[in-house]
């Protein structure tokens, strides 16, 4: 699937957002277009995988963003409390070029009740 220009503007618009709340780097202003809790990482980032870290370094930022879309196959997956499930190392990388990660767009995964 080809990413037009249209689409990469419209995920830098959560990527970037206009805020003068910089105490939390990913603190996304509460507000209707932006109701998710700040991302939180499910391991520590000793546990990233270096080689994988090398190949999503490589990656544009639009690049990185758009993989990140719901709907693709390994879109940002987290809990509805921020927990990401699914794009561990493009959300480091991300943080590490300042992109504020907490307005990406992403699908919710709730945890499956034992019964």
């Not at 990185?64 to 997956?77: E, N, Q, T, Y």
Request: aromatic share 4%.
């Amino acid at each position: 699937m080809c990413a037009t220009k249209a689409h990469v503007s419209a995920f830098f618009y959560w990527a970037y957002p206009e805020s003068d709340n910089e105490t939390n780097r990913d603190a996304a202003p509460m507000s209707k277009s932006t109701p998710n809790p700040p991302l939180r990482p499910l391991h520590p980032d000793s546990s990233l995988i270096s080689s994988k870290l090398e190949k999503m370094e490589l990656e544009t930022t639009e690049a990185l963003i758009l993989s990140l879309a719901p709907g693709r196959r390994d879109s940002l997956k987290t809990r509805s409390d921020g927990t990401i499930l699914d794009g561990h190392h493009r959300i480091h990388v991300l943080r590490k070029r300042d992109v504020k990660v907490a307005n990406l767009p992403r699908e919710i995964i709730e945890k499956q009740k034992e019964e």
